[in-house]
């Protein structure tokens, strides 16, 4: 009888252990950044060059981990933060695809770079994100703001509708460091790009550009 009590808590054990470990969730991507595996961008730079960045094949697991909570860093040198939810997302340029988000580490959506508001038909006009660094001290600040949105957009001979605008600007002590100009199609991704570098007094120092050639959403 006592054999047969323990064997019934023991399968009770395994049940609510295995009713934990939930398998990871499938996302879909941002329809203004439709990064499904293995689609893929060719751009051509400024001085002429052509790149091709491109979707990993496979989804990846996403970890959002509890220290998303309690700020940046562990709380102690022991401390293990413990995962909340997963996510199989798509992977690209070695960072990880979470909808309007892109991040290095798999760690925390909240300290992620996001590209622009999740809902682009809600969202006004004006800054969405902005965050300080610590690159020179605690005077750097970073904020991107959606510029423009369902908007039609020419780059290289085709136009392209239903295209947002997003600027983003790089201040320390006060001055612009750089900035930088995106804009997204829906159901294309990043069709433009131009970076704007600024000397130490402000001045414009350098500027790239970057726009899209051709595309493959593999959706």
């Not at 038909?121 to 994100?129: T, V």
């Amino acid at each position: 009888m006592l054999s047969r009590i323990l064997f019934i808590f023991v399968c009770v054990g395994l049940l609510i252990s295995c009713s934990k470990q939930k398998a990871p969730q499938n996302t879909t991507p941002h329809s203004y950044f439709p990064a499904y595996p293995s689609s893929h961008w060719e751009y051509v730079y400024h001085l002429g060059q052509t790149v091709i960045k491109q979707v990993d094949p496979n989804l990846h697991v996403f970890e959002y981990l509890d220290d998303c909570y309690v700020g940046y860093g562990a709380p102690g040198p022991d401390y293990e933060p413990t995962v909340i939810d997963q996510y199989a997302v798509p992977k690209y340029e070695g960072k990880y695809v979470f909808g309007h988000i892109l991040d290095g580490n798999s760690v925390c959506r909240d300290r992620a770079y996001l590209m622009f508001p999740e809902d682009i038909d809600g969202a006004s006009l004006g800054r969405f994100y902005s965050v300080t660094y610590s690159d020179y001290g605690p005077t750097g600040y970073v904020y991107r703001e959606l510029t423009f949105k369902d908007s039609i957009v020419e780059v290289q001979g085709n136009l392209y509708g239903s295209t947002i605008g997003i600027r983003e600007r790089k201040l320390f002590n006060g001055l612009t460091q750089d900035e930088t100009y995106e804009y997204y199609t829906k159901n294309v991704g990043l069709i433009y790009r131009v970076h704007i570098d600024y000397d130490i007094a402000g001045g414009q120092h350098d500027t790239t550009t970057l726009e899209l050639v051709s595309h493959n959403i593999n959706d």
